[in-house]
């Protein structure tokens, strides 16, 4: 039977990943990527052409808990099943924890959307081995409560040019930020911050600014003037990829109300 016969489905999977050996989720000649790796399994597996969209395109060395990708397949698999079937060829950091059917004009990047995401600093004398992957150490003292204090200025709605590599290509450097949470259990910080939506290389600027902070390089409110200049070279450095991880993604239709995610 020909493929125009047959009738064509839309798959949504929610992803998760160890971004440690990959060059981000986008594919690219320099090295392998997670889009890479799914196209090439999941078009053996149903023996079509599969191309994944993805919500978000993490850079190399970023993690996820939970980001979003569709495709189109003839297949017969239900949508459900979809999951078990492709986690059997994927690489042991790289899983589907979920599989279903969607409308066909779903689209993940350009439906409505509020993304988490969560930094993770070790903020200790002593790297710890096991963490090294996942966090980003820090040997100096941090000041937590300095760093609560510089993130409210953030939240809200505001034009966040200043936090945004120059690679960027958008319309618009207006984002929202729902909620940006600083909060240490032992020797971990996490910076959690929710969105509707983040420019290239956003939440790793936002964490080396609030970085700066702890240190007492800036005080809190210099974050404000930092937001008012619209200039790049006014935040802090872009903290490294490792301790950065995609919590996952929340889509909204009209009924949702985003004051559940401040």
């Given at each position: ?5 047959r ?8 992803v ?30 149903l ?10 395109r993490?850079?190399s060395?970023v ?32 899983r ?7 409308s ?33 150490f ?64 956003m939440?790793?600027i936002i964490?080396?600014?609030l ?6 390089v ?11 200049a619209?200039?790049?070279?006014a935040?802090?450095p ?21 004051e559940?995610?401040?």
């Open positions: 039977m020909s493929e125009d016969l009738q064509k489905k839309r798959i949504k999977l929610i998760t990943y160890d971004g440690t050996n990959y060059c981000g989720w986008q594919i690219q000649i320099n090295g392998i990527t997670v889009e890479e790796v799914l196209n090439r399994e999941i078009s053996r597996l023996g079509e052409e599969i191309a994944v969209i993805g919500a978000s993490t850079d060395g993690h996820s808990m939970g980001n979003v990708a569709v495709f189109d397949t003839y297949s017969k698999i239900p949508a459900e099943k979809m999951c078990f079937a492709i986690n059997q060829r994927l690489p042991s950091d790289i589907i924890e979920h599989s279903c059917e969607v066909p004009d779903f689209h993940p990047r350009y439906c409505n959307s509020v993304k988490t995401y969560e930094y993770k600093i070790l903020n200790r004398r002593f790297d710890v081995p096991t963490l090294r992957l996942y966090t980003h820090v040997y100096m003292p941090l000041d937590v409560e300095k760093m609560k204090e510089a993130a409210k200025y953030l939240i809200g709605e505001h034009d966040f040019k200043s936090f945004c590599s120059a690679r960027t290509q958008v319309t618009t450097t207006v984002r929202t930020i729902y909620s940006l949470d600083v909060t240490k259990n032992e020797d971990v910080i996490s910076i959690r911050i929710s969105g509707n939506g983040f420019l290239y290389n939440v790793r964490v080396g600014t970085m700066k902070v702890g240190l007492c800036y005080p809190p409110e210099h974050v404000k003037e930092i937001l008012e619209c200039n790049r070279n935040a802090g872009k903290a490294p990829a490792k301790g950065l991880t995609l919590i996952g993604i929340k889509y909204l239709d009209e009924q949702d109300d985003v559940q995610f401040k």
